[in-house]
């Protein structure tokens, strides 16, 4: 069990255009899910941590209307990236939080964005 | 805010040799997690330990939570060629439940 998944896996666009990521949790249900970006060969940065009906909470020097987060249902979080450029490129990791005792977090596959 | 440093940055050992790498914090987490991240894919969670003092075991990998709260370390016994990766450890407080990551290591191992 504890299952997330994220799609796509790999993309690549066109500078200016839009990429909406989804984050699954497939076997339960999560009110909390977190957006992590990964640069090369770096740790994660937290970006936003996603609430299921309610606004989503941004760290510092986050962009909120660049990065859209839609927490629509108990089992999906999105995030779009609004007319993306280069310097957008990186490995986006979600993970959803698992409610009980420890709260505990699972991780999605990621995913890669490439902004031609 | 809270850091974590984590050490070493990256090991290149011999397969069978035993890894140890440490996490400290300038302050206090509830909650030390340790995962792995293989190249493209996302962090898999290894151990979790949720009170001071407390000694983890998951097969060759012990870990450890800090009797401060501030540290924890992981060691890898008889290390194999597919315990290569990002090892990442986290700390989680109470409010908000985000994770802290710390740098990473690099494990490299030698057959």
């Known amino acids: 069990g504890a299952v997330v998944s994220q799609h796509p896996s790999r993309v690549i666009c066109k500078s200016g255009t839009s990429v909406k990521i989804e984050c699954r949790s497939l076997d339960f249900q999560a009110t909390t899910m977190f957006w992590y970006r990964q640069f090369p060969k770096k740790s994660l940065m937290l970006m936003a941590t996603?609430?299921?009906?309610?606004?989503?909470?941004?760290e510092q020097g986050v962009e909120k209307d660049k990065f859209l987060i839609n927490h629509a249902s108990l089992t999906l979080s999105t995030l779009t990236v609004t007319s993306a450029h280069p310097e957008d490129s990186s490995f986006y990791i979600c993970?959803?939080?698992?409610?009980?005792?420890?709260?505990?977090?699972?991780f999605g596959p990621g995913t890669r964005l490439t902004v031609l | 805010g809270q850091q974590l440093n984590q050490s070493p940055q990256s090991m290149f050992i011999q397969e069978g040799e035993d890894v140890s790498m440490n996490c400290t914090s300038s302050?206090?987490?509830?909650?030390w997690l340790w995962y792995k991240q293989d190249p493209g894919e996302g962090p898999v969670l290894l151990i979790a330990?949720?009170?001071?003092?407390e000694l983890t075991s998951n097969g060759r990998l012990t870990a450890q939570f800090g009797i401060t709260r501030k540290d924890s370390f992981l060691n890898i016994s008889a290390s194999i060629p597919s315990d290569v990766g990002i090892y990442f450890c986290a700390g989680q407080n109470n409010a908000g439940n985000m994770l802290t990551f710390g740098g990473g290591t690099r494990l490299m191992v030698k057959p």
């Open positions: 993970s959803a939080r698992r409610s009980g005792p420890y709260n505990e977090q699972f």
């Open positions: 302050s206090i987490f509830n909650t």
């Open positions: 330990l949720y009170k001071a003092g």
């Open positions: 996603s609430n299921e009906g309610s606004k989503a909470t941004y």
